[in-house]
């Protein structure tokens, strides 16, 4: 078991106040009310929606109330198991389950149910088409399932925006129109690009324009 909080030193805890809602606004409200409720809850959508970002704030949100979380993903090494003091649990990539882990998730679902515990799921896909097992891709689906959905080109401006912000940064109107005509509407990947473009303008000392946006790219590759 995988206890939180979670090891993101580089960057804030990811939270339901820095999290853009955009058409997600049922997801963000039934999460922020998992402890209360026993039946699971499914989050799918492409890459780079939040969902992983949603089940960390979820999990912090747990923790601040002071709650226990236990994660597990696809990369996690076996045994799994939960102990009775946990407050949610979380299985975040089902779609990259292998054989093993699939059992595994199977077994902490069914003793997750039996102690009342919430079981929150997420991957790129919906329960329905998950490449898992019958019995896992039936309960994962049983429960709230919400589609994420991408935020439209305001709303990751308004992202970028308030990142920006954050850090200190200036970005004009030029460089947003840029990131977000050229690249996909892709929260994590703007926010990555952000991070080196962050970087790239300390280490020239200049500042962030698209002619130095075109150099990173350039120089670094997209």
């Given at each position: 078991?995988r206890q939180l909080p979670l090891?993101?030193?580089?960057?804030?805890?990811?939270?339901?106040?820095?999290?853009?809602?955009?058409?997600?606004?049922?997801?963000?409200?039934?999460?922020?009310?998992?402890?209360?409720?026993?039946?699971?809850?499914?989050?799918?959508?492409?890459?780079?929606?939040?969902?992983?970002?949603?089940?960390?704030?979820?999990?912090?949100?747990?923790?601040?109330?002071?709650?226990?979380?236990?994660?597990?993903?696809?990369?996690?090494?076996?045994?799994?198991?939960?102990?009775?003091?946990?407050?949610?649990v979380v299985l975040d990539n089902?779609?990259?389950?292998?054989?093993?882990?699939?059992?595994?998730?199977?077994?902490?679902?069914?003793?997750?149910?039996?102690?009342?515990?919430?079981?929150l799921g997420a991957a790129r896909?919906?329960?329905?088409?998950?490449?898992?097992?019958?019995?896992?891709?039936?309960?994962?689906?049983?429960?709230?399932?919400?589609?994420?959905?991408?935020?439209?080109?305001?709303?990751?401006?308004?992202?970028?925006?308030?990142?920006?912000?954050?850090?200190?940064?200036?970005?004009?109107?030029?460089?947003?129109?840029?990131?977000?005509?050229?690249?996909?509407?892709?929260?994590?990947?703007?926010?990555?690009?952000?991070?080196?473009?962050?970087?790239?303008?300390?280490?020239?000392?200049?500042?962030?324009?698209?002619?130095?946006?075109?150099?990173?790219?350039?120089?670094?590759?997209?």
């Amino acid at each position: 078991m995988r206890q939180l909080p979670l090891d993101i030193a580089t960057e804030p805890a990811r939270s339901f106040e820095s999290f853009v809602p955009g058409q997600n606004t049922h997801a963000v409200a039934h999460l922020r009310q998992v402890t209360q409720q026993t039946a699971p809850v499914f989050l799918w959508g492409a890459s780079g929606v939040g969902k992983t970002h949603l089940l960390q704030a979820t999990a912090n949100h747990v923790q601040q109330q002071g709650g226990r979380v236990a994660w597990f993903d696809a990369t996690q090494p076996l045994p799994w198991y939960i102990e009775d003091t946990v407050h949610v649990v979380v299985l975040d990539n089902c779609d990259l389950l292998d054989e093993a882990r699939q059992h595994a998730a199977f077994a902490l679902f069914i003793e997750a149910t039996t102690l009342g515990i919430p079981v929150l799921g997420a991957a790129r896909l919906p329960p329905v088409d998950l490449p898992v097992r019958d019995d896992l891709r039936t309960r994962l689906g049983w429960g709230h399932v919400f589609a994420v959905q991408a935020l439209s080109e305001p709303e990751a401006r308004a992202a970028l925006r308030r990142e920006a912000d954050r850090r200190g940064l200036f970005l004009s109107d030029e460089v947003m129109d840029y990131l977000l005509t050229h690249f996909a509407r892709d929260l994590k990947h703007l926010m990555t690009l952000l991070d080196r473009l962050d970087e790239f303008a300390l280490v020239h000392k200049r500042a962030i324009t698209v002619p130095l946006l075109k150099q990173m790219l350039t120089e670094e590759g997209p």
